[in-house]
Every structure is written in C-alpha cells, then in structure tokens.
C-alpha cells in the first residue's frame, strides 16, 4: 500500500516567505510526498521561486493558474491533482518542524485515527523582522471523537492545515470557493466523516502573523463571510449532528455580535450600513437563543440585548 503524502500549498504574494515554507517542505524527515504548489496568478516572484523548486526536486508539481481564484480555489485545484493516501495542508508564508510529516504519519497508525494534528506555534513578526513566539501547552496526546472534535471547532476556531488526512475519508469535499474564513465550514465537515481524530503534543507547525495578511487585517466588509460560514455551519450541524447545536448556535451568535460591532468603524460605507441593519434584525431573531446559550458569557448576553435595541 502506497505510504505517499500530498502536500498542497497555495501560493500568493509572499515572495518573501516562500522560501523559508518550501525549504521546511522539501527538507523533512518523510521523504516518501508529492508536493503540489498552486500558483494563484501572484503578481510578484512567487511563480519563479516555485519554478525553480520544481527544477531542483522532482517531487515538487507547479501549477500556475492564469487567474487568482483565492485561497479556497487553489487548494481545491490541489485537492484534485492528489495522488497520495495521505494529504497536508500548508500555508506558503507558514513552516513546519522537520520531522512534522513523520509524526503525523506515525500519530495517526499509532491511534488508528482517520486525521492527525501536532501544536501551531504563533509566531508574530514585525517589519523589522523581529519575531514573538507564543507557545499552546497540551496534556499528552488527546483523541477524539468527530462530535469531540466538531465542538472544539465550534467553540474555538480551527485551520485546515497542520492536519494529516487520510484522503479517502475526504471523499468530495472541497472548500467553499469565494469567502474568505473558510477553512472552519471544511474542518468541519471533514471531521464529521472522521472516526477519530488525535491531537499530539508535540510542535510541528509554525504559523507567521503578519499584520498585512487576510486574518489580520483592518476589518472589512469582506470578513462577512464568518456570519455566512457559521450559519452553514449551524444549518450543517442541525443535520448531521443536533447534540451540537448549543455550540453551533454559540459561535453564530458571537460572530453576528462581533461582525456587528465592527461594522459601526465603516460609518461612511453605506453598505456596511445596510449590513449592519441586516445583523441588527438577525439579532434580535436570536436574542432568545442566546440569552439561554450555556456558552455565551454574560458580557456577551449583555451585549445582544444592546444591540437588538
């Protein structure tokens, strides 16, 4: 049976970075991958750099797409050229520990679980290249169940990459194209074709914060799409999985409160007034909903009543 990892990584506008992402890839201890880089149509020199990797290790597939489809499209063109058994998500201005693959792979046949993931490491950095490091601590190696592991998503956040999948469990599905934030409807629903899922402790991911990337960025009308994601998510959970509809009903709310809060700093933007309109009535829907939510805390029940005024 074929052992082969895919790793796909789309690639946009971080010429800066890349080298440091694909240098972790082709360096680890796993040596038995394909790694499949999705150009997004960069405008900067991120098409040659993956050239040039693609020249030096016959490992290394370079797909160049004449026009930029977003982060959900790339990986989705990734999603389909895979060949191995197993597949990996990276980000092209992330990197991995050196022995990531391998501890993945040997986390997940020690369990029996479907999917693996080891520690992110947040690693935020200046202009200057100055880098803050902040840890996440675990207790050993935890398992999981998918509802286990569905209601952490809900309750906290969660990223497709840093996770070895078994590729055959993901069947078709693929990410929602066009919205940003969507690696939290996909975890999601890949978890709930998951038996189980283990979270290792031990670092194998290292995620760059940078203050001009997507989730870090000023707000925008573009960052919407979280009340849209969460409320597939609930519509997905009402389905497939009703003992988590507290949770699912818990971070609809918080996003809807959050989007709406934000909205109120583009007071010049008559959309974002129209939007911000549009939440106030989805507010005041749910109010009762999450006055009684064991997961929305008081300052946050406090807030919905304000908001539905």
């Given at each position: 049976?074929?052992?082969?990892?895919?790793?796909?990584?789309?690639?946009?506008?971080?010429?800066?970075?890349?080298?440091?992402?694909?240098?972790?890839?082709?360096?680890?201890?796993?040596?038995?991958?394909?790694?499949?880089?999705?150009?997004?149509?960069?405008?900067?020199?991120?098409?040659?750099?993956?050239?040039?990797?693609?020249?030096?290790?016959?490992?290394?597939?370079?797909?160049?797409?004449?026009?930029?489809?977003?982060?959900?499209?790339?990986?989705?063109?990734?999603?389909?050229?895979?060949?191995?058994?197993?597949?990996?998500?990276?980000?092209?201005?992330?990197?991995?520990?050196?022995?990531?693959?391998?501890?993945?792979?040997?986390?997940?046949?020690k369990y029996g679980a479907d999917c693996s993931a080891g520690i992110c490491v947040t690693v935020s950095e200046e202009d200057s290249g100055k880098r803050e490091i902040r840890?996440?601590?675990?207790?050993?190696?935890?398992?999981?169940?998918?509802?286990?592991?569905?209601?952490?998503?809900?309750?906290?956040?969660?990223?497709?990459?840093?996770?070895?999948?078994?590729?055959?469990?993901?069947?078709?599905?693929?990410?929602?194209e066009g919205r940003i934030n969507e690696d939290e409807p996909f975890v999601l629903q890949m978890y709930r074709r998951m038996g189980k899922i283990v979270f290792l402790d031990?670092?194998?991911?290292?995620?760059?914060?940078?203050?001009?990337?997507?989730?870090?960025?000023?707000?925008?009308?573009?960052?919407?799409?979280?009340?849209?994601?969460?409320?597939?998510?609930?519509?997905?959970?009402?389905?497939?999985?009703?003992?988590?509809?507290?949770?699912?009903?818990?971070?609809?709310?918080?996003?809807?409160?959050?989007?709406?809060?934000?909205?109120?700093?583009?007071?010049?933007?008559g959309q974002a007034k129209a939007l911000r309109r549009q939440l106030r009535g989805e507010i005041r829907k749910n109010r009762k909903t999450a006055l009684v939510n064991p997961?929305?805390?008081?300052?946050?029940?406090?807030?919905?009543?304000?908001?539905?005024?």
């Open positions: 049976m074929s052992e082969k990892i895919s790793v796909v990584i789309p690639v946009y506008k971080v010429e800066a970075y890349l080298p440091e992402c694909l240098d972790s890839v082709v360096n680890q201890t796993y040596r038995d991958m394909e790694i499949i880089l999705v150009e997004d149509a960069s405008p900067d020199g991120c098409g040659a750099i993956c050239d040039s990797y693609g020249e030096k290790d016959g490992r290394v597939r370079v797909i160049h797409r004449e026009k930029n489809g977003g982060l959900a499209a790339a990986r989705n063109t990734g999603m389909e050229l895979a060949t191995g058994e197993y597949l990996f998500f990276a980000d092209s201005d992330d990197w991995l520990a050196e022995d990531t693959l391998e501890r993945l792979l040997q986390g997940m046949k840890r996440s601590r675990q207790n050993g190696d935890q398992c999981k169940t998918a509802s286990e592991a569905m209601e952490q998503v809900l309750l906290t956040c969660s990223s497709a990459c840093n996770r070895l999948y078994r590729r055959e469990m993901l069947g078709d599905l693929r990410f929602p031990c670092e194998t991911y290292f995620y760059r914060k940078r203050s001009n990337s997507i989730t870090t960025s000023a707000f925008s009308i573009r960052q919407m799409d979280c009340v849209y994601n969460s409320r597939d998510n609930l519509e997905f959970v009402t389905r497939e999985a009703p003992e988590l509809i507290p949770a699912a009903e818990y971070k609809y709310c918080k996003t809807l409160l959050w989007c709406y809060v934000n909205l109120r700093k583009l007071k010049a933007d997961y929305l805390g008081v300052p946050l029940k406090v807030l919905t009543l304000l908001c539905s005024l």
